[in-house]
């Protein structure tokens, strides 16, 4: 079962989720694995702390022109709608920071003058923390385009029983490159303007894609009322509610799982996803 955790913004605390309850599913003896999809700032290692066995390099294609064949006829350039190749002088420019991988350049080029080849923007990390399966994935600093991090990622499909898929904040492409093909998605929100805001748009994402989804409600006691309020009209399963509480706060500063403040927490995100398991199966 593959159970994504997203939030339509930053710091609503997906990353806590997702790194709690997979430590939860692994200490009832189940086997777990939570892959770090939020490639621009990975951080679920600062709590499951995992031993890294196997690190890969994440690539992606781009062109490289020979220019003993081109004839700088310009139809790449023409092809181009990311703008990422172009006839210059004498030579063929290619910006491979901002290049799709698309092939479209090499396919329309007359003369064959165009291969592809692989280039680094990545890398992908596996390891074993807490007793959980550890993936990660991290782009490089300076890359523009992370999907394709994400992509292999989620190339390398588990064998394990739960796999749980922390997904980057928001709701544009490289979200969706999380949560495809997934069984269910949890959208972790709190209750501020903000928050109801991104939830929205949160909301609305998983089901045009057509996702079985619910919300988790982090620093639920911090707000007026509205989020569940949204809930309600919008039949929204609200699965779990989280209260502030300074001490996890604090132990989220120092890397810690919420259960290390509060033994409950183990019992409530097993609940979690004991809930999850009946709503996905057959
Ligand atoms: S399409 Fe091929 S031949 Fe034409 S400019 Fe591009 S690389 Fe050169
Ligand atoms: S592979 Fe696609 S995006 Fe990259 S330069 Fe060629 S046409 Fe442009």
Not at 6 to 17: C, Y
Not at 77 to 106: M, Q
Not at 233 to 261: H, K
Request: hydrophobic fraction near 35%; glycine fraction near 8%.
């Amino acid at each position: 079962m593959k159970i994504a955790i997203a939030s339509g913004k930053g710091g609503t605390g997906k990353t806590t989720i997702a790194t709690n309850m997979a430590v939860a599913i692994a200490k009832e003896g189940r086997d777990v694995a939570y892959v770090d999809c939020d490639v621009e700032e990975p951080n679920g290692h600062i709590f499951l702390k995992p031993e890294i066995k196997e690190q890969y390099d994440a690539t992606v294609l781009v062109p490289h022109v020979d220019l003993n064949k081109c004839t700088l006829c310009g139809d790449c350039s023409a092809a181009c709608v990311f703008n990422a190749i172009a006839v210059l002088g004498k030579t063929v420019e290619v910006f491979p920071s901002i290049c799709h991988s698309c092939g479209g350049c090499s396919d329309v080029c007359p003369e064959n003058a165009i291969d592809d080849i692989p280039r680094t923007i990545g890398h992908i990390s596996r390891g074993v923390g807490m007793g959980v399966q550890f993936y990660e994935g991290r782009l490089n600093v300076g890359e523009a385009i992370s999907p394709p991090v994400t992509k292999a990622l989620r190339k390398l499909d588990t064998n394990s029983e739960v796999i749980i898929i922390d997904a980057p904040p928001g709701t544009s492409c490289p979200v969706i490159e999380a949560i495809s093909g997934t069984d269910y998605v949890i959208l972790v929100t709190e209750p501020t303007p903000f928050g109801l805001n991104d939830l929205k748009l949160a909301v609305g994402m998983v089901q045009e894609i057509g996702l079985p989804h619910g919300i988790v409600i982090n620093r639920s006691d911090i707000g007026d009322g509205k989020t569940e309020e949204f809930c309600h009209r919008q039949n929204l399963d609200i699965l779990m509610t989280i209260p502030f509480d300074r001490r996890i706060a604090e132990a989220y500063s120092r890397g810690e799982m919420m259960s290390d403040v509060n033994s409950e927490y183990e019992r409530r995100f097993w609940e979690l996803y004991s809930s999850i398991a009946e709503k996905v199966s057959p």
